[in-house]
């Protein structure tokens, strides 16, 4: 095959004169333990990138990082592939694509994939003096995350957010997004007591359009990752699904759906919107079982509706 291949010649090469530089080889989708061991043994170094998710390529991982040879992880953004390097992340450690299809019979742990996408990229491109690790004297980028890298479950990673991303020390993004106050205010507390939903919503399509794009911001995602009421979750893979909708006369939209993956729990979110502008005023965590949009706006009066919320 073309690594193998690819090998020969370097093998050759390097017995005439040294090869003596860091060479890499990029965009592995497949490589046996036997061009692992000749790569290491000439100094090489391995990248490792997305698109191989997209390909479906069985990517020996384990056999990689056991060997000890040095590997980058990557996306391939943006002409061939996606650009978040959470998708990549979430693919080595849980196996599965963004489809959630498995597609991965040998996983990284979260440590070494994280290793592999920060220290050894650096090291990859001749940066391991002043990027990959946050110490002294190195750049000061790094990012803020939603959630817990370390802690959320393997095949929610790809839906992590930045909420802030500093370069060279230097603030260069702040999500939007602030925190979900864990009380009703009074204000919306009338608006959701005094104007019923009457304009019951039965579809996604049926949420106006600026619903809709703040659901997306709030999702944090790159499409409105949302399906309709009678659709079923597909095993291991978190998702939402709208369970019940209704818009009011005074413009607020109240939205509740289900949150799927490890656990299914259940979540309110309110919205006033208007032609020009929709802004997502508040929501948090709801009981499940609820069928109707008058058992969510008496769930919300009642207080039973939680926050604030991390995850959406």
Request: proline share 4%; charged share 20%.
């Amino acid at each position: 095959n073309a690594v193998t291949d690819l090998l020969d010649t370097l093998e050759q090469v390097n017995r005439a004169q040294l090869l003596g530089l860091r060479w890499t080889i990029g965009h592995i989708y497949d490589i046996s333990p036997v061009n692992i061991a000749r790569a290491k043994a000439l100094g090489i170094t391995l990248g490792v990138h997305g698109a191989a998710m997209q390909a479906g390529a069985r990517m020996p991982l384990r056999h990689i990082a056991d060997s000890g040879i040095v590997f980058g992880l990557g996306t391939d953004a943006t002409i061939v592939s996606h650009y978040s390097p959470f998708v990549t992340l979430g693919w080595v450690v849980s196996g599965f694509d963004v489809g959630g299809n498995k597609v991965l019979d040998q996983t990284l742990t979260r440590e070494e994939a994280l290793i592999a996408h920060t220290r050894s990229n650096a090291y990859l491109f001749f940066q391991e003096k002043t990027l990959g690790s946050l110490e002294v004297g190195k750049q000061a980028d790094l990012v803020v995350l939603d959630r817990d890298y370390m802690t959320v479950p393997a095949t929610e990673i790809r839906r992590i957010r930045p909420t802030m991303t500093m370069v060279g020390g230097r603030v260069v993004f702040e999500s939007a997004q602030t925190a979900v106050p864990g009380a009703l205010s009074g204000a919306l507390r009338r608006h959701v007591q005094n104007e019923p939903f009457g304009s019951i919503v039965r579809s996604i399509r049926g949420l106006p359009l600026g619903v809709r794009e703040e659901l997306q911001k709030l999702f944090g995602s790159l499409s409105l990752d949302i399906v309709e009421r009678d659709a079923e979750f597909r095993p291991n893979v978190p998702g939402r699904r709208l369970v019940a909708a209704g818009c009011a006369d005074d413009h607020h939209c109240l939205v509740y759906y289900e949150l799927g993956g490890s656990a299914h729990t259940w979540r309110v979110a309110l919205f006033l919107w208007t032609p020009s502008k929709t802004t997502f005023e508040w929501g948090g965590i709801a009981p499940g079982g609820l069928a109707t949009i008058d058992e969510v706006r008496d769930a919300v009066l009642a207080g039973s509706v939680k926050g604030p919320v991390s995850v959406w």
